[in-house]
Structures are given as structure tokens and as C-alpha cells.
């Protein structure tokens, strides 16, 4: 029996306006004294009105276009009743059958290429305040600053058939998140909120069809990435082990993950979702997004405020620099790196261009050396760079590190003294030809000298180059270090072993 995984995501994200979804309220409770930023709107004091957070609701369209969703014209607020005591009004304001995105999709990388994962829906709604229980299980506080505060629920379809798909596609979301600028997206702190749903079928795994599934379950209290995966993995593992023995789930469950003990723990089984008896919200006017319509959202306008999504910038930075797939993943896992890395970029075209032995048309020039330049940028930013210290890039604008790159490119300095140049420029924030002209480092040693040196060398040591010619390799090393000496250690040795290996095999 072949049994393939069926896991779909549904994840909360929290807004980050300034004022909560429904009220006034400071938005950034969670670094305020407990109750302390509430009304009676967010405490859900009866006679109070809802009024809807215009900047969550274009944020939300955002994110919804970010996730290639269509935004149907009008979409509207629902109430969806529950009890809990951090939900004072007995009901939460979601949406139901009219939510703000409908029928996305994100593309994510599995280790089998590309794989297009499709979204359900992204509605909003308020979150919840947040309960707190005493060690000795007797009392219940209850934290009403959360209470109110925006959020999104993104819906997967069931497309995810294995854990590490899973935490790709939530790093992703995240990503597109902080590219985004709504939220912090924090998993660590609940910005982000991750709750999978996950079955086996014995179908086959090309044709599976979805209504012929069994109950799913449900797990929840996901906190990080790396739970996601493990969670997952647990709860295929379990059920795998419930089909062997011939007992597949019957019944929809839900589960909590345990970090601790690393496993997931029976919590309840699941009402049907008519038990949440959704009506429309009377307080709260539809959602418009009909071009010109009064109190409408412009949707040409979010649109046109969409900033380049990571997946575009990291297929451009692949396609226009020629930057390996490795060094373009690390550069857009972050949104500040990406944009120093591309101001660098733009520095050194300047820079080229602005060199007059060079023939040709600007654009000739630049195309014929970006890949060469964007490959050092790219190399000495990642390896070398944001090793010196967290405040490198702090210290050295790009501007600097771009005239460094150009040092390097012209040979002016070979990679020892580079090194050396680059931890000086993070500790004194001044430019490199300064750094070089007070430090006295000296700018290498020219090519034709190096030659010369080696020639010398390899004549003064016929014994040692007729036995590496014989076979005795190991002998390379005994010769760049002759070649070293001579230079005193001022030129780069990987250019030295080129030399050296070049003449020696002649
Ligand atoms: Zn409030
Ligand atoms: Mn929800």
C-alpha cells in the first residue's frame, strides 16, 4: 500500500496598522502592560460600533494580489459566533462566504523543481484577546490587548504532500509578507500562526480525488518553522501507522503539536462549521472594490503600489546578474541585503561606464562585465562581508563596498590585503582608497613581478620541478610557498598556485 500525503495550511497573519481592525485602539499591545490598550469597542462592550480599518483592508488586497488571488467586487464582514472568554462579544468578526481573495496560488521550490500551490482564500478578521493560565491550572487571566488586532487567514488548498513542502511554503508567505511591509511576520511571537491539515489516501498519487478523502486532522499551536516540519512529519508517521494496522482516522480531529515531547495530542473533535451559525455583520458596510465607488478601495492603486515580490527579484537577479541560485536565495531572504546588494550593482555600473579606455556603448560595456562584477559582489558580500561583523553593513555604504569591488576587479589589490582592507573599512566606516593611503597597506604586487619571482623559482629548483614533473604533486605546495616568502606574503595565492601550476605543467 502506497500512501501519499495530503496537507493543506491555513495561516493567521497580524497586521501591522497603527490603530486595531474595528477601533482606535493602539495596535502594538503586545509590547503594552496587559489591558492597557482597550475601549469598549475591542472589549466588546454592547452598544459600541464596529468601524472598519480602511489601511487593513487595502493591506489585505495587497496580499491578496501578492498571492495572484482575484478580489471579487464586493466583499463583506461576517460574524462567526463562539464562547470563549477572550472573546468578549460571544462572536468573532471574520468573514465567510465573501472574502477579499479567492482562487491564488504561490509557486514554491520543492526538491523535484517548481511546484504551484493553490490558495483557497484570504479573508480578514480580528483576533482574539489571549488567555493566560496559572501553573496550578486554577485561574484564567485574560490579556485584551490583542483583542481586535487585524489579521489574515490565508487558506491553502490541499496541494502540500510532504512536511518540507509545507515549511517552504510558510517561509515564503512570510517573505512575501516583510516584502510587503504588513507585518512582521514573526512566527516566534504568533504574527504568523500555522495550523495543518493533514490525511493519507491510498489513491494514486497523479489522480487523487479530493472527495473521496478521509477525515483530516487538524493540528494546531504550530510556533516556528521548524515545528511545522516536525509536526507534519509526526502526524504522517502516526497516521501512517493507524492505516497499517487498519484503523485510518474515521472522524475529523484536532491536535495540538508538543514541542517538548515532539509529538501531537488528541484535543477535541471539530464542530462543523454551521455550528459557528455566520450571519453578516449589520454594523459594518460591504467592502467595495467597483472602480469609483463612494468610500470604495482603488484597486488600480494597491495594485500599482505592489513592490517587486521575491520570487520576480530572485528569477531577475538569476537572469540579469548571473548570480548562482544559492547566492540569489540568500540576497532576497532579505529584503535589506537585496537592496544594498542591487545599490552596490548600480554603483559599479557607474563606475564602469565612467572608464574612458573602455570602447563601445554604455550598454555594451555594462553587459559585456556585470556578470564578472555582480559575481564578486555577490561572493565578497556573502562570504566575506557579513562575516567581519552584524554591523558590517551598517558601516560600509554601498557605495565603499562598490569602489572595494572595483579595487579587486583592477587587481589593485590582491585577497589578502582585500581581507585586510575590508575589516578596516567595517571598524572605521571610511572609504577604501582612503583606508589604503592612511594605512600604507600596500596595493599588491603587479603580475609581471609575480612572473619574474616564480621564473626565478622554478630555475633554482630544477630538482624539486623534475620530481613534481614525476609525479611528486605535493611538491605545489612547497613552491608557492618559496613564491610567497619572496613576495612577503603580498600576493594572492590562488593567483600564485595558477602561475606556478601553469609553468610547472609547460
Ligand atoms: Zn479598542
Ligand atoms: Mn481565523
Not at 47 to 57: F, S, Y
Not at 240 to 245: D, K, S, V
Not at 387 to 396: F, G, I, R, W
Not at 452 to 471: H, L, P
Request: hydrophobic content about 35%; overall charge negative; charged content about 30%.
Amino acid at each position: 500500500m502506497t500512501l501519499t500525503p495530503i496537507i493543506g495550511l491555513e495561516i493567521h497573519v497580524q497586521l501591522k496598522t497603527k490603530s486595531k481592525m474595528f477601533c482606535r485602539c493602539d495596535n502594538s499591545g503586545e509590547n503594552q502592560p496587559p489591558n492597557t490598550t482597550v475601549c469598549p469597542v475591542c472589549l466588546g462592550q454592547p452598544g459600541t460600533l464596529p468601524v472598519a480599518n480602511r489601511q487593513a483592508i487595502a493591506w489585505s488586497a495587497m496580499a491578496a494580489l501578492a498571492l495572484n488571488c482575484e478580489i471579487p467586487a464586493i466583499s463583506k464582514f461576517d460574524r462567526k459566533s463562539y464562547f470563549y472568554p477572550d472573546l468578549p462579544k460571544g462572536y468573532q468578526i471574520s468573514q465567510f462566504d465573501q472574502p477579499i481573495g479567492l482562487r491564488g496560488f504561490l509557486e514554491i521550490e520543492t526538491k523535484d523543481g517548481l511546484k504551484k500551490i493553490s490558495i483557497n482564500r484570504l479573508h480578514l478578521e480580528e483576533d482574539a484577546a489571549k488567555n493566560f493560565h496559572s501553573v496550578d491550572g486554577k485561574n484564567t487571566l485574560v490579556d485584551y490587548n490583542r483583542s481586535s488586532t487585524p489579521l489574515m487567514e490565508i487558506v491553502t488548498e490541499p496541494d502540500l504532500r510532504a512536511a518540507a513542502q509545507a515549511k517552504t511554503f510558510v517561509q515564503e508567505l512570510r517573505l512575501i509578507m516583510r516584502y510587503l511591509d504588513v507585518s512582521d511576520a514573526d512566527m516566534e511571537k504568533g504574527h504568523l500562526r500555522c495550523d495543518a491539515n493533514i490525511s493519507l489516501t491510498d489513491q494514486l498519487a497523479d489522480k487523487i480525488d479530493y472527495k473521496k478523502l478521509s477525515p483530516k486532522t487538524e493540528v494546531k499551536n504550530i510556533n516556528s518553522f521548524r515545528a511545522v516540519e516536525k509536526a507534519i512529519e509526526y502526524e504522517i508517521k502516526r497516521q501512517t501507522e493507524l492505516w497499517q494496522e487498519g484503523q485510518a482516522p474515521k472522524i475529523q480531529s484536532t491536535r495540538g503539536w508538543n514541542e517538548d515531547k515532539g509529538v501531537t495530542e488528541e484535543q477535541r473533535t471539530k464542530e462543523e462549521a454551521s455550528d459557528y451559525r455566520y450571519f453578516p455583520e449589520p454594523d459594518l458596510p460591504p467592502i467595495n472594490f467597483t472602480p469609483g465607488a463612494a468610500n470604495g478601495f482603488d484597486l488600480k492603486k494597491i495594485k500599482a503600489s505592489l513592490p517587486e515580490l521575491p520570487q520576480d527579484k530572485r528569477k531577475r537577479f538569476i537572469a540579469e546578474y548571473g548570480l548562482t541560485v544559492e547566492n540569489a536565495r540568500i540576497l532576497i531572504e532579505d529584503k535589506n541585503l537585496a537592496a544594498y546588494f542591487e545599490q552596490a550593482i548600480s554603483e559599479l555600473r557607474a563606475w564602469l561606464i565612467s572608464l574612458d579606455e573602455t570602447e563601445g556603448t554604455q550598454a555594451e560595456i555594462w553587459e559585456k562585465n556585470k556578470a564578472k562584477l555582480a559575481k564578486l559582489a555577490g561572493n565578497w558580500l556573502l562570504n566575506k562581508l557579513l562575516a567581519v561583523s552584524p554591523q558590517a553593513l551598517e558601516n560600509v555604504a554601498p557605495e565603499n563596498f562598490a569602489e572595494f569591488i572595483t579595487l579587486i576587479h583592477g587587481n589593485k589589490i590582491n585577497s589578502t590585503i582585500a581581507q585586510k582592507l575590508l575589516e578596516k573599512m567595517v571598524q572605521t566606516k571610511k572609504d577604501p582608497s582612503v583606508i589604503l593611503d592612511e594605512e600604507g597597506l600596500d596595493k599588491g604586487v603587479e603580475q609581471k613581478d609575480i612572473e619574474t619571482i616564480i621564473d626565478q623559482i622554478i630555475s633554482q629548483n630544477q630538482k624539486e620541478v623534475e620530481a613534481y614533473k614525476q609525479g611528486k604533486t605535493t611538491l605545489l605546495q612547497f613552491f608557492i610557498g618559496q613564491a610567497m616568502r619572496q613576495t612577503k606574503g603580498q600576493a594572492d595565492p590562488e593567483t600564485l598556485k595558477n602561475i606556478i601550476t601553469g609553468k610547472l605543467n609547460n
